[in-house]
């Protein structure tokens, strides 16, 4: 067995395996943390979930079809936010 691996790391097959894992590796966790990132969003956001009734709220202001109201929602948070960060920037 020793010998077989001495000869696998000698040609270099377990090297470029091992450079190849580690190509791939911040990959692999970026698909992993998004994935994550969009489940979690997905729960926060559901129509039963407190934060997912605040957007309809929000948004039914502006809109009145129910689907949209979610959207619209967004859209005002998303643009709040970038107004703060504009604001911030503008100020620092």
Known sequence: ???ILR?????GVIGNFLSGLIVILPLV???????????????L??????LGRALRTIG???VTHEASAVAAGL???AV???AIGLFSRSRI
């Open 1 to 3: 067995m020793r010998a």
């Open 60 to 62: 039914l202001r502006f």
């Open 45 to 50: 956001l559901a129509e039963d979930a407190p």
């Open 29 to 43: 966790i970026t698909v992993v943390v998004i994935n994550w990132v969009a489940s979690f969003l997905l729960r």
């Open 75 to 77: 859209i005002v948070v």
């Open 80 to 82: 709040g936010i970038w």
């Open 7 to 11: 000869w696998l790391w000698r040609q």
